[in-house]
């Protein structure tokens, strides 16, 4: 969790971690929740907000206001938090509600990009950058828990799965059993699910074909920078390797993390940056 926390910039650098001190990082987790400045939280609804201003006239009023309040709405919140850490009387059931309500309006929020919008190349770009962040995201946090063991724990396996937004499903799947090969099974190889990275990496490869103008089925160069997940097995994933455990599982994870960043670059230099070529 700690490791997690600093690469998505959640806390400071030089915040011990939960193993060293568990009450000094919980204070410092939430008490950067509305930083304006850094990874936080706030941060990222703050950015949503501008994003969303940005384009202000190809929005609903509804959707609008729903962006407008919930940067809001906790920004205020995150702020009582911080003050109640720094007074040493802050209480985790509070900060956990102020998140899962700020969770169930960003649920929102997608659910009306995707059940209103209309299927132009707008609404492609939007989903396209969801499921980039999504890919690079996910399959980071998938190998930080292999890598440095903490799937191999029935906390750290439960977090994952809970991470995956997937607690439903495996339980009723796979009962009472805990091991990798359904973890990676649902997480990485399942079709079905929206947040394996199968899922994620195939729709990703259809929706930038389709925003190129291709023919139904047809790919792209770019796409193709993506992994396909049709190459993945569970068997050659969950190999054992000599001195390191699932070296093909690590190598996945990391190609689909350089394949999230380098398809954005790709997608924001085609699409986005003007040059004195492009003005012209």
């Known amino acids: 969790l700690h490791q997690l926390a600093r690469h998505n910039a959640l806390v400071p650098a030089d915040v011990p971690g939960a193993p060293r001190s568990r009450r000094v990082f919980e204070r410092s987790l939430i ?120 799937v191999h724990e029935l906390p750290g396996f439960e977090a994952m799965v809970a991470l995956f937004d997937s607690t439903i499903t495996f339980h009723a799947r796979y009962q009472q059993r805990r091991d990798v090969a359904t973890l990676v099974d649902l997480l990485v190889l399942d079709g079905d699910n929206p947040r394996s990275l199968a899922w994620v990496t195939q729709t990703l490869r259809g929706r930038i074909a389709r925003l190129a103008g291709s023919a139904p089925g047809k790919l792209t160069a770019l796409s193709y920078e993506l992994p396909d997940p049709a190459s993945w097995t569970l068997e050659h994933l969950c190999a054992p390797g000599e001195g390191v455990h699932y070296p093909a599982l690590l190598e996945l994870f990391e190609s689909c993390e350089t394949a999230a960043y380098h398809v954005s670059d790709a997608i924001g230099t085609r699409y986005f940056t003007l040059t004195s070529e492009s003005l012209r």
């Open 31 to 150: 008490a950067e929740l509305g930083n304006p400045d850094g990874g936080s939280v706030g941060f990222a609804l703050r950015c949503i907000r501008n994003a969303a201003g940005a384009v202000r006239e190809r929005l609903s009023q509804d959707v609008w206001n729903q962006i407008v309040r919930g940067e809001a709405e906790f920004a205020r919140q995150a702020a009582e938090q911080a003050r109640e850490v720094a007074n040493g009387s802050h209480a985790t059931s509070s900060v956990l509600r102020i998140l899962e309500r700020a969770s169930q309006g960003l649920a929102a929020l997608t659910g009306a990009q995707t059940d209103r919008m209309t299927r132009d190349d707008a609404w492609r770009l939007l989903s396209i950058g969801r499921h980039i962040e999504r890919l690079s995201f996910l399959s980071d946090a998938l190998g930080t828990g292999f890598g440095n063991g903490a």
